[in-house]
């Protein structure tokens, strides 16, 4: 028991399993708070390609009057850079702030899906959206797996944990961000993640990497307990969406 308390805490980047894939980052170019230029794009893949990354689903946001983006905005980028790589696969589908736009969407079908009918979503960081189960039913109606990207980092649901539980129960998954695991976004947000994770609420994990500083997050101490469901985690990512 001596041992298990002291022993060293493994680094994130050792943590990533052989043939990883990442389905959330911000890396295609000039589309959102993410990469800027073609050339800042081909650095960020390649250092995640260092990482041990094989296969990246991009995913810049589509958030209305913020990120107004398109299958052909979204397109036109992954075609500037898609040619620049050869030994890392790279795919594209997008973010999706969860809005009352959505429903124009649903209308549209218009999704850029992870993997055949799995969208993944984002809620605003200052609260809850009005209508949210109504979205959720409506987006399910219309034939789609919703997966939520970071649920950990929604402030208004730390204190109504019970929240997470209902969205679990209305069918959602859970997508972790890779950097709450080493304290990136603060110590409460680490613990939401370890508590998500010990209910076995989390489905898949994703980098969420919109530059270097994110990159250099790898180089950090894992600081969540269930380092083994995190694993079980990564290893869903290949299973999934290899």
């Given amino acids: 028991m001596i041992f298990n308390f002291f022993r060293k805490k493994p680094l994130l980047k050792d943590l990533i399993p052989n043939k ?6 911000h890396v295609l170019p ?10 800042e794009s081909l650095t960020l893949i390649s250092k995640m390609k260092e990482l041990g990354f094989t296969k990246i689903i991009c995913t810049p946001h589509t958030y209305s009057g913020i990120y107004d983006n398109t299958k052909k905005s979204i397109c036109n980028s992954y075609n500037l850079i898609k040619k620049s790589f050869y030994d890392i696969e790279l795919k594209y589908s997008s973010e999706y702030m969860l809005d009352q736009t959505i429903y124009k969407r649903i209308e549209e079908k218009s999704f850029l899906c992870l993997n ?3 969208i ?3 809620l605003s960081f200052i609260d809850k959206p ?3 189960y109504d979205m959720i039913f409506k987006i399910q109606n219309a034939g789609y797996e919703i997966i939520l990207a970071h649920p950990e ?8 944990f019970n929240e ?5 129960k209305h069918g959602v998954k859970f997508q972790i961000n890779l950097l709450s695991c080493v304290n990136y976004y603060g110590k409460k947000v680490t613990e939401i993640c370890d508590k998500l994770f010990k209910y076995d609420f989390v489905d898949f994990v994703g980098s969420d990497i919109h530059n270097q500083n994110h990159i250099n997050q ?20 290949i299973d999934f969406f290899g």
């Fill in 30 to 39: 000039g589309l959102d708070d993410g990469a800027k230029t073609a050339e």
């Fill in 218 to 237: 790898f180089e950090k101490k894992i600081e969540i307990v269930n380092i083994k469901k995190l694993k079980s985690a990564l290893e869903n990512n």
């Fill in 20 to 25: 990883f894939v990442d389905i959330h980052s």
């Fill in 164 to 168: 997470y539980e209902k969205l679990k």
């Fill in 116 to 118: 055949k009918n799995q």
């Fill in 130 to 132: 009005l209508g949210l």
């Fill in 120 to 122: 993944l979503v984002e």
């Fill in 153 to 160: 980092r929604y402030f208004f649901f730390h204190n109504n």
